[in-house]
């Protein structure tokens, strides 16, 4: 957190980088009581959006910009970038501008820096005042992204594990997010497997003796879901609790 203090101190505008998918859980509203509080300006941007229907898409951003200018791009198709870019330039009210790009880990902050200035990203020498920790990077003559580390709020691990907010193979038990997600998966008839052990023998997942390696299935299916492989529908997760 205190990275992040600096960073949105230092920056006279921001980014905030929310999953497409469930863009209500991945928001950061601490950032942008901030932002409301001392006036900069602050751009949702929607990323992931090869991941879902674009009339989902849209319906997301026609709310989201009730609050902020919001911008839905896809790093990976490289769609909606030069929207952004020019939204930027609108908002903007200081020169030189730094931009906080912020959001929660894997939500696509790098990815999407990396698409906005090209594929060689050249880091900037830090200007005094700027710790280490965070990259500032050059966007045009007088615009600097600032990337910095995943911010995490006082979420639960199964709440960060479905979002895409931690990484499976780092959890001590990744099996309870995963029977979440499976027991929804099934109930909406998107995978056959009941439970867990069921997910494991099919995909050849056991150890010793020939028991399901329940943990490693459950890695397997958290990491497919993060990736957008599993789910059409992402409604069943706001009765995860985001507090």
Known sequence: ????????????????????????????????????????????????????????????????????????????????????????????THKPTYVGVVGYPNVGKSSLINVLVGRHVSGVSPRPGFTRGKQLVRLSRDVFLIDTPGVVENRDETFLLLVGGKDPSSSKNPELAAHILLTNLHAMGELPHKDLEEYAREKGFFLRGGIPDERRAAIDLLRRFQRGELSKTYDWLKNISAQ
């Open 1 to 92: 957190m205190k990275v992040l203090r600096e960073v949105l101190s230092r920056s006279n505008l921001i980014l905030e980088v929310v999953d497409a998918r469930f863009p209500d859980l991945t928001r950061v509203k601490m950032v942008e009581r901030y932002a409301e509080r001392t006036g900069k300006p602050l751009i949702i941007v929607l990323n992931k959006a090869d991941l879902i229907p674009k009339e989902y898409a849209e319906s997301w951003k026609k709310i989201l910009s009730k609050d902020f200018p919001t911008v839905f791009v896809s790093t990976k198709e490289r769609w909606g970038t030069r929207i952004l870019r020019n939204t930027i330039k609108e908002r903007r």
